[in-house]
């Protein structure tokens, strides 16, 4: 079977959900298009299959021009493309996309993530710091920006800050399991590592099918067992499960 015939009969029964959908309206089908065409993207952008990836969001963002994720989904893969090739016309649009994905939902948490990325990849770290700020004062009651503000502070070696931020987003989601791993991770890298570990379990009996997190907690609490470490025995620690550097690949393209 071509491409051309499974690409036809994948719109045949894009259309086919479509008329079964019709109690919906025209934005629920409109909304169910694009998912599916998001989620065809995705698949193309897990195969390296960039361009491809580009037509399908595209396609996902005239179906439903008010979807951040779609938008978000072209940044990432022209972000992605731009480092890889090192094509600034790529990392440009990469900007661009980003910002019309903020527009339309101005608390997407990937697209600030993969924005504040590009930003400090292309040396403009302060305007990282003053897109995070403008996040956290515009939505003081999430927890999402102070908790990428603390990811920033971290990788700027401000671990001060970073605590601070995480301890803030946790006094607004107490249960907010990213918030406590980095804040696990933090701690550990201070030397912390009873509580870090403490942090490690909360998370875990919110999240228990994280198995990275289990490995670390499990190393962590036979390593205390065996022979406590202080501040100032402690190894370097590792980058702690969940933390993504600035550095990091800007997130997972949304499906």
Known sequence: MT?????????????????????????????????????NGVKLHQQGLYQGAVERFQQAILSDPNNGDGYYNLAATYHQLGKT????????????????????????????????????????SEEAVR???GWAQRSPALADPKIELARLSEEFGDKDAALKHLQD???????????????GHVQEELGD??????????ALSLDRWNTELQARATAMRTALSTAPLTASAAPAAAPGPGTVRVS????????
């Open 3 to 39: 491409r051309s015939t499974v690409n036809s009969r994948l719109a045949s029964f894009a259309g086919t959900l479509c008329l079964a959908a019709a109690s919906l309206g025209t934005s629920g089908c409109t909304q169910m298009v694009a998912s599916g065409q998001n989620a």
């Open 248 to 255: 990091a690949q800007p997130g997972t393209i949304k499906q």
């Open 85 to 124: 090739q090192k094509n600034d016309a790529f990392l440009q649009q990469a900007e661009t996309y980003y910002n019309q994905c903020l527009d339309r939902n101005a608390n997407h948490r990937d697209c600030h993530r993969g924005l504040a990325v590009l930003l400090v990849e292309s040396n403009r």
């Open 193 to 202: 590592q009873a509580q870090a570990l403490a942090n490690y379990q909360r």
């Open 131 to 133: 897109l995070m700020e």
């Open 169 to 183: 987003a946790l006094a607004l989601e107490p249960s907010n399991s990213r918030a406590l791993i980095a804040l």
